[in-house]
């Protein structure tokens, strides 16, 4: 009881130091009549790159003392740098052309600038915790959408141009009945490029000449202010982000609409030719053979070798089951927090807290699984299941993470993870993510041996040779298809939002594509299982994981179409896609294959102990 005292007060000490003492975005602020708005930069971005930098990495204007915002550990692995500027805005005071800096660039500082407009980098800033946005008009279907940052400049023509005036439009809302002040509503910037024209002190922001930075030059800074009333409250204010995909969605709610009709309508299909099956089979089984001696066929046959433990691996089967339940359980919870409302794109690096903090905390669950399992194996090697499980798929991870780290590192991109976010990471692992395995393993060994309904001869039965269509390699190769399908367009949203930097809101869907993923895994495994097992062919635990957990090579398999179809990254932004997208289709791997895995097991657990064996 003292050990589970002492790890929930770690808990709390690094839920503190992970999402840091602070709430951000949860209570409106309110500005008076030419009060200081403040604009704070953040990182710059790039699909093609995938590497983020600091704003002030850039060459452009900088005040003489920058303030660090308090950042979280979500905001520290994303490369967020939320740092203060030198832009003066007051609120309802409007501006037209205000400098705000004059630089006299140098051919080297103009390169830079070069290399970012080539790799479209865009700017993001927040506004009272909203970031910019930037209306784009689409001329086919005259839609307005909003775009996340704006581009550091533009190339036409081989001529470079940079986005060197600002004008800011903010929305505001007015409510004297409720609140005093004004609420910031909206964040919204259209860039452009103008070649100022100075007569003494003044600087003119009209005109039609253009910036160019082919050559070092002096660059003026300037930037407009317009305040806009508007009635949209202040809890509405997300909505133009959220909606900002309005003609994908359409297609996403058929595409979803129609994947789940196809899926419900194969899983109904199978639920019932499989219990229409069953039940005919164990009627049979069952029946009373009077005087003549009733013949056992079927699956009944290997009553006596079915549970017989797995010859390869059985620990790392156990292992893997158990690290697959963990990954679960993170991701139902994780989406049960979604659902409430608790992961807002208010807080930033919201996701990525939860999710890191719920994975140490079911460790507790993996330890629990695997040693279960690797008991009913009739393993003694307790504490080396409960390392593997502790270990294993986490220091993978990690292995992972810090070599695509020192890739960011070396390419000197804010991207890459300090020291003390290193640390804090290691300590969640070690502190509380081992210490919770280790409690559940010798909690799951402490408890009885999971009987089996039917014992297993010493002597294994011969397997009858197989049809091609019946072995294990297309039994593999098959299966993952279906589960892969349930979830293959949902996909894409969510790579489109980790890849192309889209927000991604609609955890209904993907909570509902979750439980259709499972149950697809279930049936798959389950029916594939059946047909084994009439075959004669008892081996069906590692099969059981393989089958349903093949899925995970299809979304390896899509994520080389999508980079090669959607994406044009290079170079390091290679290695970080690909090393990802390899973390992400081996945690699938081990999600799906639990899912189907214990489904077997429960069936054939289910299916033994309703016959009756001599």
Request: charged share 15%.
């Amino acid at each position: 009881m003292m050990r589970i005292k002492c790890l929930a007060v770690l808990m709390v000490l690094v839920s503190y130091h992970v999402n840091g003492f602070y709430l951000p975005g949860v209570a409106p602020k309110e500005f008076k009549e030419g009060q200081r708005v403040p604009v704070l930069v953040n990182k710059l971005t790039s699909v093609k790159t995938q590497l983020p930098f600091e704003y002030y990495s850039l060459p452009v204007c900088k005040p003489e003392t920058v303030d660090d915002s308090p950042e979280n550990l979500g905001e520290y692995l994303a490369g967020d740098t939320i740092e203060s500027s030198g832009y003066e805005l007051s609120m309802e005071r409007p501006e037209e052309c205000k400098v705000l800096c004059k630089k006299d660039y140098t051919q080297k500082e103009v390169d830079v600038f070069k290399k970012m407009i080539d790799e479209e980098y865009r700017v993001h800033w927040i506004i009272d915790n909203l970031p910019l946005a930037v209306e784009v008009q689409d001329q086919a279907s005259g839609f307005t959408y909003y775009e996340d940052g704006f581009p550091v400049g533009l190339v036409q023509d081989s001529q470079y141009y940079l986005y060197n005036h600002i004008r800011f439009k903010i929305n505001y809302h007015k409510n004297a009945n409720s609140f005093d002040g004004a609420r910031v509503v909206g964040f919204f910037v259209e860039p452009l490029s103008i070649k100022h024209t100075a007569k003494g002190d003044s600087v003119s922001c009209s005109g039609s000449a253009i910036q160019t930075i082919g050559k070092s030059g002096v660059v003026y800074w300037t930037y407009g202010v317009e305040w806009i009333r508007s009635n949209i409250p202040w809890a509405s204010r997300w909505d133009v982000y959220l909606n900002s995909n309005a003609p994908d969605d359409k297609i996403h709610w058929f595409s979803i609409v129609n994947s789940l009709m196809i899926v419900l309508f194969l899983s109904g299909m199978i639920a019932m030719i499989m219990m229409r099956t069953l039940h005919r089979d164990i009627s049979r089984y069952n029946e009373d053979p009077g005087d003549d001696a009733q013949e056992e066929f079927g699956w009944k046959l290997v009553h006596g070798d079915v549970f017989r433990p797995p010859q390869n691996f059985p620990m790392m089967l156990s292992v893997f089951a158990g690290t697959g339940v963990q990954i679960l359980t993170m991701t139902m919870a994780l989406l049960a927090f979604a659902l409430l409302g608790f992961l807002s794109p208010a807080n930033r690096g919201g996701l990525m807290n939860a999710m890191l903090l719920l994975f140490v905390a079911m460790g507790y669950f993996a330890g629990f699984v695997s040693a279960r399992i690797y008991k009913m194996f009739g393993g003694k090697q307790w504490k080396q299941t409960m390392l593997m499980t502790a270990f294993l798929y986490p220091g993978t991870a990690f292995t992972i993470f810090f070599i695509v780290n020192l890739f960011i590192w070396r390419s000197g991109s804010s991207g890459a993870v300090k020291f003390t976010t290193m640390f804090t990471l290691l300590i969640l692992w070690f502190g509380i993510s081992v210490p919770l395995c280790a409690m559940g393993s010798f909690a799951g060994f402490k408890k009885d041996e999971i009987k089996n309904p039917t014992r297993y001869n010493q002597i294994p039965r011969q397997i009858p040779d197989q049809p091609f269509y019946m072995s294990s390699f297309m039994s593999v190769f098959v299966g993952g298809i279906l589960p892969f399908g349930a979830v293959f367009i949902e996909l894409f949203f969510i790579m489109s939002s980790i890849w192309l930097h889209q927000v991604y809101y609609v955890f209904g869907f993907l909570a509902l594509v979750i439980l259709i993923l499972c149950v697809t895994c279930a049936e798959i495994t389950i029916v594939l299982c059946y047909f084994h097992l009439c075959s004669e062919d008892y081996n069906w635990w590692w099969r059981s994981f393989l089958t349903s957990g093949s899925s995970a090579f299809y979304l390896f398999m899509y994520s080389i179409l999508y980079y090669s179809t959607k994406l044009e990254l290079r170079g390091v932004g290679s290695v970080i896609y690909f090393s990802y997208m390899g973390l992400i289709a081996l945690s699938f791997f081990l999600m799906t294959g639990t899912v189907g895995f214990l489904s077997s097991l429960w069936f054939v657990r289910t299916i033994y102990g309703a016959i009756k064996i001599d």
